[in-house]
């Protein structure tokens, strides 16, 4: 897979142009902002890391996790979300141009990644939520592998609530700090790429454990500090993107935050696959990236290295792409 598949170098330009946009219409100069504790450990030791678009990231002394800090109000991030033109440029023209691309390469992988990691635990999926489901293509890929599985779609977006009806799954229109009536409901509750925008981490964990029965997984995979692409690119990293982006945890901040939720038996992988090409796309563009960097120039000039060194940063917990998966336990929340 390359990241050109999955984020054409138009369509991503215009989204962070948008982004950029945004971030000046909706979070003004002069508008409070709040120095908040390590969203992963709770720390309050941390030091300002860089700054983008206006907003500023900490960087915890405790655990090393990236975070925008201080923070506007929630009703801004609120009002920001209801009406962004960067979102619905995401929902109505980017997703859709790689839809079909994204089933193939991302969500069928991840069907087949996600059912090893439950199977090897003994744990059969009879009702999954996925959390934030924008079109329903990973529920639509794992109900081929799980016909009789109850699928449910928490997806606050209308439009996208829509295709998921469409496709006939059971569908909650709303945040998911919003959902009643689903307490203890899956086997599996999982959630890609949403923990990185969420305004209040633990307290989005700890309700999507809620919705988790007693015994069950909880499955997030977002993106990660620790990561090759964003460590060497840093501020020029495209994933560091406010106001979307806020949250980028390290491995230790995973295992915090989820402790700190209440789950048991954590494990944090790495399985991300895009982290050099990122970093030889970006140095493409602009070589003073790799001034100085005879060693990593080299490795990244040679394409049979370069794809053993992703593969080394995956299965060492240094890529960016973030897998965290722990156990609801009987006696949670008691
Ligand atoms: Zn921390």
Redesign the pocket.
Do not use: A, H, N, V
């Given at each position: 897979m390359r990241e050109e598949d999955i984020r054409p170098e138009a369509l991503a330009r215009r989204y962070y142009e948008l982004s950029a946009q945004d971030a000046d219409r909706c979070f003004p100069a002069g508008q409070e902002r709040l120095a908040i504790p390590?969203v992963?450990?709770g720390?309050e030791d941390a030091g300002p890391a860089l700054e983008k678009n206006g907003f500023a990231y900490s960087r915890?002394g405790?655990?090393g996790?990236l975070y925008q800090s201080p923070r506007p109000s929630i009703g801004a991030f609120e009002a920001f979300y209801r009406d962004s033109e960067s979102s619905n440029y995401w929902s109505d023209v980017f997703f859709p141009a790689v839809a079909e691309v994204r089933r193939e390469k991302i969500f069928r992988p991840r069907v087949e990644r996600l059912a090893a990691i439950c199977e090897a635990q003994g744990q059969p999926v009879e009702s999954i939520v996925d959390v934030g489901a924008g079109f329903g293509i990973f529920l639509d890929e794992w109900r081929k592998r799980y016909p009789a599985a109850r699928c449910i779609a928490v997806e606050p977006s209308a439009h996208l609530a829509a295709e998921c009806r469409a496709k006939g799954f059971e569908v909650v229109e709303e945040i998911a700090e919003n959902v009643v009536g689903y307490d203890g409901v899956a086997d599996l509750v999982a959630c890609f790429e949403v923990l990185e925008h969420v305004y209040q981490p633990l307290d989005f964990l700890r309700t999507l454990t809620s919705l988790a029965r007693p015994g069950g997984f909880v499955f997030v995979s977002t993106l990660g500090v620790d990561g090759f692409d964003i460590q060497t690119l840093w501020e020029k990293s495209n994933a560091i993107f406010p106001p979307h982006h806020i949250n980028f945890l390290s491995v230790a901040?995973f295992e915090?935050l989820f402790a700190r939720a209440g789950l048991a038996d954590v494990a944090v992988t790495t399985p991300g696959q895009l982290d050099v090409d990122i970093v030889r796309n970006a140095a493409a563009k602009d070589p003073t990236i790799l001034d100085g960097q005879r060693f990593l120039s080299e490795l990244l000039a040679d394409d049979g290295r370069a794809a053993a060194f992703q593969r080394f940063l995956a299965d060492n917990r240094l890529s960016s792409h973030c897998w965290v998966i722990g156990r609801r336990p009987e006696n949670w929340g008691n």
């Open positions: 390590c992963g450990c720390s915890c405790d655990c996790t901040g915090r």
